[in-house]
């Protein structure tokens, strides 16, 4: 892997199952929204727990324009709210303010994937690093709580942009930021769909595939620390 690494001057990485993953098993059915409301969750079945996701999704996804954590704290309040009435689970809305607020302040929802600060130390030796997430602003403490940010040189956040990968604005802007060629970068994410829209705009993708064994034909890696054996 270090091989592929030789030319290129920038690393992209996503956050969310390359640098770390949700302790719950869930980025929005968190430890808090489980305390308050997961008793009730295993009631219901499963297609009728698949129709409140997506509705929770599909009014994120159209309001995802979202610059500060408390206007992030606002909106997983209503999809909470959301997934409560679909569900019928509930929550008041104090519950779904204090779970919508333990999701963006608790970092106990984030678990570091092992060796990733010692993998970022190493690569900021020879390359600029950043990210590229779809994700919300509390992404900063995230990074901060992992260990990254002191290695991160650019970041691309869907929340600041209102579009989610594979939209070519993401890479489009990230690849500003670095002020490279997409010839001299490389991105690391877990979702094929993703890197095939930095692919097609040059940027080299590589799969990671820390939870999963999804077949690809781009370069795949298990472990980030990979990258630097």
């Known amino acids: ?33 489980l305390e308050k409301a997961g008793a009730r969750m295993k ?7 698949r129709e409140a996701m997506e509705a929770g999704l599909r009014f994120l996804e159209q309001n995802h324009l979202v610059k500060t954590v408390d206007e992030e704290i606002r909106q997983f309040c209503r999809y909470y709210s959301i997934l409560s009435d679909h569900l019928r689970l509930g929550l008041t809305e104090t519950d779904c303010e204090q779970i919508a607020a333990d999701r963006a302040c608790g970092m106990k929802n984030y678990v570091p994937y092992p060796g990733i600060t010692e993998v970022m130390a190493t690569l900021c030796r020879t390359h600029r690093l950043g990210v590229i997430s779809d994700t919300w602003p509390s ?21 600041f942009l209102g ?67």
Request: charged share 30%; with cysteine.
């Open 1 to 33: 892997m270090i091989r592929l690494l030789r030319d290129k001057k920038v690393i992209f990485f996503d956050v969310g199952y390359t640098l770390d993953k949700p302790a719950s098993g869930d980025w929005m059915l968190t430890g808090k929204f």
């Open 43 to 49: 009631e219901r079945g499963e297609a009728e727990k």
């Open 139 to 159: 992404i900063e403490r995230q990074l901060e709580y992992i260990g990254v940010s002191r290695y991160l040189s650019f970041r691309t956040f869907s929340c």
């Open 163 to 229: 579009v989610f990968k594979p939209d070519r604005r993401m890479y489009l802007d990230a690849l500003e930021k670095s002020g490279v060629n997409a010839n001299e970068t490389v991105f690391i994410d877990d979702s094929a769909r993703n890197l095939r829209g930095a692919a097609e705009l040059g940027i080299t993708p590589v799969l990671i595939a820390a939870d999963t064994d999804a077949e690809t034909d781009y370069p795949k890696i298990h472990d980030l620390r990979e990258l630097i054996l």
